[in-house]
């Protein structure tokens, strides 16, 4: 594989909840072009390590840097505008605001003469969406509102999307087709960083995973030897 | 028949004021979940401002208006950025009791600044009245403007939160604040705006109220204030228009039970009627019933 360009650098980050240690220095990265996926149990801390990095949580220690970009501490509405989205968990939607209105916070930080392009775009990856462009989403069924939280992502054309539990929820005949998803805008050039707790589905896609054991990461390779892993087996993957 | 017709209209005018007060109440509870109490007490500082403009330096009361909602909207920022934003992560009854001495402090400081002798408030209209029935039904311009402000205040909120990017990014701020920040949008300075649009309809409401009720005293946004938070709240708090429907019912039932039931028992009736409402519909008139988070 040829060396590729680091796009997120995430380095000995430690987390709070008031005096709640949540995430005990914790190091990664995405290089430009991977699907990397962070796995883990329940409360291993996934999602607080990807709040983290959108912006949402300060860590008290260590560092992120975006393209060589020092931006820890940094507001999780300017980090959007530097390119990373993140797709949170759970997918909160705007329930109260139509489809088309979701996709438009979506591009809250471009130009607006840039939506229209992106408003295509979005709909042709996601044909139901534009069908329902008028509908309030919080009428959506689940699978869709979790397509939706993800052209609200793309919206804002980030050179990383990250995706916090995509598959939450859903029947596994959607959990196929959002990792099917998840793969194609990785060919169209999309770097994805993913959390997820279907551990076995996130390794089927991803080129790298790390492990995530309370707060700190255990176990981090290419996705097959992961998988392959006597460990990850035994914890995540049932036997 | 033309007795009634008068009282309705002065309801409708005085709902009308209620309603533009309870804006300010529900925009601010829909984005930030907090009841801002000090905001009675911004429409009295708006009234004043606009009364020194027009008393002390002669100025049109257009521009006198102006000044006010000005005035109004800076220190509408202002409470937000210093009283209510260090405490946004605190419980809300820190939040509400903060918002309570906020109220003292502007009342005191109206206190010290105009003194405790009612002013006269000089109507900011010099258009004359409407006549109808030969002259047994007088429409004040006060009432007729009010009433206009009113519509047009609520066709440009509509307007701007349901076309504009910032009114469209408040809506997504008052549903969830995490997710909007993730869209890119800066919560804290959408918190300042609805706290400035609120400010600024309040310093509007104050004018509006002592052109029809001309004495102007330091606690004279207290009473308007609490029956403006009532008129929310019946209508549904959060929701706009629920604070005009809310505010319009409030302003004619208040007027129509003085006319005909009790003068003295006006005030109680409005809350008689509010606290039968909240019995049937808890979340108001036109409110969303509250689904908790899990």
Redesign the interface.
Known sequence: MAEQKTLLKVDGIHVYYGSIHAIKGVSFEVNEGEIVTLIGANGAGKSTTLNTVAGLLKPRAGSISFEGRDITGMSASKVVSLGMALCPEGRRVFQQMTVKENLEMGGYSRQPQEIPASLENVFSRFPRLKEREKQIAGTLSGGEQQMLAMGRALMSKPKLLMLDEPSMGLAPILVEQIFDIVKELNEAGSTILLVEQNAQMALSVADRAYVLGTGRITISGNAAEVLADDRVRAAYLGG | MVAFLRFLINGVSLGSVYAIIALGYTMVYGIAKMLNFAHGDVIMVGAYIAFCAMAYLSLPPVVAVLMAMVVCTALGVVIEGLAYRPLRQAASLAVLITAIGVSYFLQNGALLIWGANPKIFDSVFSVGSVRLFGGELTITSETLLTIAANIVIMIALTLFTGRT?LG??M??VS??K??????????NRTISLTFAIGSALAAVAGVLLCSAYPTLMPTTGSMPGIKAFTAAVFGGIGSIPGAMIGGILLGMIEILGKAYISTELGDALVFAVLIVVLLFKPAGLLGKPVREKV
């Open positions: 990017k469209k990014a809506r997504a549903e969830d995490g997710a909007a920040e993730l869209m890119g949008i800066n919560v």
